[in-house]
């Protein structure tokens, strides 16, 4: 157990819809971050937070967003779904931004139907 | 732009067999290196990392050592058990800015039978 919490764990939605994926980092760490892992594009790094700010994105498209909450969890929020949406979105913390390791959380499964 | 590049899969092995997975990546600057283990089912997590040029990370069994001349991080391990069937994912972290978000290869299905 890596101690980053990602809810739900399983999600099926249909295209057009919006959905918000759960994030709680491990106790201390400040700094979140979102991977998208599908079988087409592998794994992708989409966004980061640090502390409540963006501190670096990836391959995030438009239709996605992020935040981070005073309480530090996170939130991705992925709109106007299409069937090419569907993957493994995982959540990963670090202490601080500059540290090179992080741990995952265990993710949150999208199908898009 | 950094990129990592491992062996495709599936790789299919008998117990005790000796396991090799390559790795071998392009980057600006001096990143960290990593695999990450994904077993069936379950998330991510850290197998070893290595931080700088002839490190050796170690864990469980698996070992890698960060070549710079060669651009490697091969991931070996003596004697596998079916129990490290998983997929074996190379990463390097981005030393160039102000971040560390991690650049993945495809990932390596790794089958251990009995």
């Known amino acids: 157990d890596s101690g980053v919490t990602q809810t739900p764990k399983h999600l099926i939605t249909a295209t057009g819809q919006r959905v918000t994926l759960r994030c709680s980092p491990r106790s201390g760490d400040l700094s979140v971050y979102w991977y998208q892992q599908s079988l087409d594009q592998g794994l992708q790094f989409l966004i980061q937070y640090y502390n409540g700010e963006e501190r670096a994105k990836g391959n995030i498209l438009e239709r996605f967003s992020a935040q981070q909450f005073p309480d530090l969890h996170s939130e991705l929020n992925l709109s106007s779904l299409e069937l090419g949406d569907s993957a493994l979105y995982f959540c990963?913390?670090?202490?601080?931004?500059?540290?090179?390791?992080?741990?995952f959380g265990e993710g949150s499964w999208l199908t898009v139907v | 732009g950094n990129s990592v590049t491992q062996m495709e899969g599936p790789v299919t092995l008998s117990e005790e067999a000796f396991l090799t997975i390559n790795c071998t990546y392009t980057?600006?600057?001096?990143?960290?290196l990593f695999w990450y283990v994904q077993y069936p089912g379950e998330g991510l997590q850290l197998l070893l990392k290595?931080?700088?040029?002839?490190d050796k990370g170690s864990n469980k069994g698996f070992e890698a050592t960060y070549r710079k001349e060669t651009t490697s991080f091969h991931l070996e391990k003596g004697s596998v058990q079916v129990s490290d069937s998983a997929v074996y994912f190379c990463?390097?972290?981005?030393?160039?800015?102000?971040?560390?978000?991690?650049?993945f290869g495809k990932g390596t299905l790794l089958t251990v039978n009995p």
């Open positions: 980057a600006t600057g001096y990143p960290s």
């Open positions: 290595a931080t700088k040029a002839d």
């Open positions: 990463a390097l972290s981005d030393s160039g800015g102000s971040n560390y978000k991690l650049t």
């Open positions: 990963a913390s670090s202490v601080e931004p500059h540290q090179n390791t992080i741990y």
